[in-house]
C-alpha cells in the first residue's frame, strides 16, 4: 500500500521528535546507535528499533530530505579507537514534516482542554 | 567479550556481508561501516553500564532478526537504483512466486519460534542455551529463505543458503526428522530447479 505524499511512517516521526529533541538539548549531529537509544527511552519501549528498520528509515528519510548525513572524520574516531559515524543531521525540512505530522495532534488537545470559567461549587 | 556477543555481534555482521553483496561498493561499505558503528556503540554502552553481556547479545540478535525483512527490502531498492541496466527481476512464473511463498511459509514459522526462544519463550536448563539455540532455530530458516530468494540470480550461493539452512533445521529439530526431511528435500529441489531456470538477460535460443 502507497502512503500519501508528505505523509511519515511512525518511526520516521520517531527519529525526528528524537532528533529534535537532541538538538534542542545541544547535540548537533546523531548517529544511529544514539538515535536508537533515545527512542527506546523516549517511547519506553523494551527493545532497541532493529537495525534493518532503523538504517532504512534514515537512508530513506535523507533522499527524502528530512535528514542530512556525513562521517565523521575517521582520524576521530581512530583517536577514540572506534569504528566511524555516520552523522544525521535534521534538515529544515524535516523539521516542517514533524510539524505537519504533529498539528492535528495539537489541534486535538486544544479543543480537548477545558475552557477557563467561573468554578461551580 | 563473552561467547554470546561473539556470536551475536558475528550473526549481525554475516547478515550485513549477505544482503549488500553485490552492491556497488560505496553503498556496500557505507551500510557495513553504519552497523559496524552500530554494534560497537552498543557494546560499549553496556560495557559502561555493566549490563549483562547475555541481555546484550539477545538485543543484538533481536535487533537482527526483527530487521531483516527490512534489510531485504532495502537491498532490492538499493540494487535497483544501483543498477538500472540490469533487469533483478526473477521473470518468474506465477507458479514460481506461488511455490516461493508457500515453501518460505513453514520457514517463516520456524523463524519465529526462534524469536520466541530469544525472548524467553520454550523450557530451557539455562538462559544461555535457550538463547543460543533460539539463535540457531530463528537463523536457520532465514539463512534458507535468503537461499531461495538467491537461487535465481545467484544458483551457487543460493542453493549452498538453503542447504545449510534445511540442514541446521534438520539438526536443530532432529526429533521431528520424518518432517523436517520430506519438507527440506521439496525446499532443496526447488531452489535447484529454479536455479537451473532460464537466468534474467540470458539470450534465448531462436
Known sequence: MRRKPGQLLPIELSILDAGIELAVRGARHFHGFLIAREIKEREDARLLTAHGTLYRALDRMEKAGLLESEWEDPMLAAGEGRPRRRLYRVTAAGEAARAAARAPERRGATQRRPQAGPVTP | ????????????????????????????????????????????????????????????????????????????????????????????????????????????????????????????????????????????????????????SQPKLGLTLVLAGVVSICALFYWMLFITVPIGLVIVGFAFFRGRGPRPNQPQPA
Do not use: H
Open chain 2, 1 to 152: 567479550m563473552s561467547a554470546a556477543l561473539v556470536l551475536a555481534v558475528g550473526m549481525a555482521r554475516s547478515w550485513v556481508a549477505i544482503y549488500s553483496r553485490g552492491l556497488p561498493g560505496p553503498v556496500r561499505e557505507a551500510r557495513r561501516d553504519e552497523i559496524d558503528s552500530d554494534l560497537w556503540e552498543q557494546r560499549w554502552l553496556a560495557d559502561r553500564r555493566g549490563e549483562p553481556p547475555l541481555a546484550t547479545a539477545a538485543e543484538m540478535a533481536a535487533r537482527t532478526l526483527l530487521g531483516m525483512l527490512s534489510d531485504v527490502t532495502w537491498r532490492v531498492q538499493a540494487g535497483a537504483s544501483a543498477r538500472p541496466d540490469r533487469s533483478i527481476k526473477m521473470k518468474d512464473s506465477t507458479i514460481v512466486r506461488v511455490g516461493l511463498v508457500v515453501l518460505a511459509l513453514p520457514l517463516l514459522l520456524v523463524a519465529a519460534n526462534g524469536i520466541g526462544m530469544l525472548l524467553g519463550g520454550g523450557e530451557f536448563e539455562s538462559r544461555q542455551e535457550q538463547v543460543l539455540y533460539g539463535f540457531g532455530v530463528a537463523i536457520a530458516p532465514l539463512v534458507a529463505i535468503a537461499g531461495l530468494w538467491l537461487c535465481a
